[in-house]
């Protein structure tokens, strides 16, 4: 059954008219009218809205076999990572075109996100957070979701969203990776270790500069330089470090480029 005769079939099964769902939507009737017919398809952020309104999957939505649909997914998006960072606009293409194989799949539009400017995209990146916040029942996917979206309100000035934003998340002490690098053997344990240990670089790094930043506000400027100093040891302890190219396109201090400048900077005020 292809995507327009399933949308007719679940509309129908609810007993609802095209007028009822459009407004849902927020699209015209006749917009409805045609994917039902099969002359235009729903744009891809409108699926997981589609999909949570009938109460379905986007696999069902889709008929996705959804094994090979997850291994299929986890391939364009691990081809994807590898430009994250050194070419954002490959990276987008490659997620792009997963999402004419599977249309509103949660985890592509995830990482879509990621390759999305927070400051000249900022409607697209809000409305795609939103969707998958209301939509997904993935909780890895809606809370990074709230992460973006509070991080995309801070750097447009919408201050007033951020906490409430944030709030969405719970608090975790711990992350899957950690566990299945202390607790997992072999391959398994070695590849949670090696995410793990780049994000916890990135954070450890980010959080410093963070400090620093505060206690140069607050006058304390020579704690806030032992803080700035600690993070370019960080970044500098990993120029010896290797790239698993299975997983990163990069190491910490090859895409750190910016923190060092940054760094550098704040010492020399």
Not at 3 to 22: H, P
Not at 230 to 245: L, M, P, T
Not at 250 to 258: D, G, L, M, R
Request: glycine fraction near 4%; proline fraction near 2%.
């Amino acid at each position: 059954m292809k995507l327009g005769e399933k949308i007719k079939f679940y509309r129908k099964q609810k007993n609802i008219s095209q007028e009822v769902f459009a407004n849902y939507l927020g699209v015209s009737f006749q917009a409805v009218s045609k994917w039902e017919c099969g002359s235009t398809m729903p744009d891809v952020t409108l699926i997981p809205a589609i999909a949570s309104f009938f109460g379905v999957s986007t696999d069902e939505l889709f008929d996705f076999n959804l094994f090979e649909m997850e291994k299929q997914v986890e391939e364009i998006c691990h081809e994807a990572y590898k430009y994250r960072f050194s070419d954002s606009a490959e990276s987008e293409r490659i997620l792009r075109k997963g999402l004419q194989r599977f249309p509103g799949n949660d985890i592509i539009l995830n990482n879509l996100l990621y390759t999305l400017d927070y400051q000249t995209r900022a409607d697209e990146v809000i409305t795609l957070c939103k969707t998958l916040i209301a939509s997904t029942k993935d909780d890895s996917v809606k809370y990074d979701a709230a992460r973006i979206l509070a991080s995309c309100y801070k750097e447009n000035g919408q201050n007033d969203l951020v906490k409430p934003t944030l709030e969405i998340i719970p608090e975790i002490y711990f992350s899957k990776l950690e566990l299945m690098a202390s607790l997992l053997d072999g391959d398994d344990s070695y590849e949670a270790a090696q995410k793990q240990k780049n994000i916890s670089a990135e954070d450890l790094i980010d959080m410093l500069i963070i400090a620093g930043k505060h206690l140069m506000q607050i006058g304390e400027t020579e704690k806030a330089n032992s803080q700035f100093r600690i993070a370019q040891k960080v970044i500098d302890a990993f120029a010896d470090d290797f790239v698993e190219e299975k997983w990163f396109g990069a190491t910490v201090y090859e895409y750190t480029e910016e923190q060092r400048k940054e760094i550098d900077q704040l010492l020399a005020e």
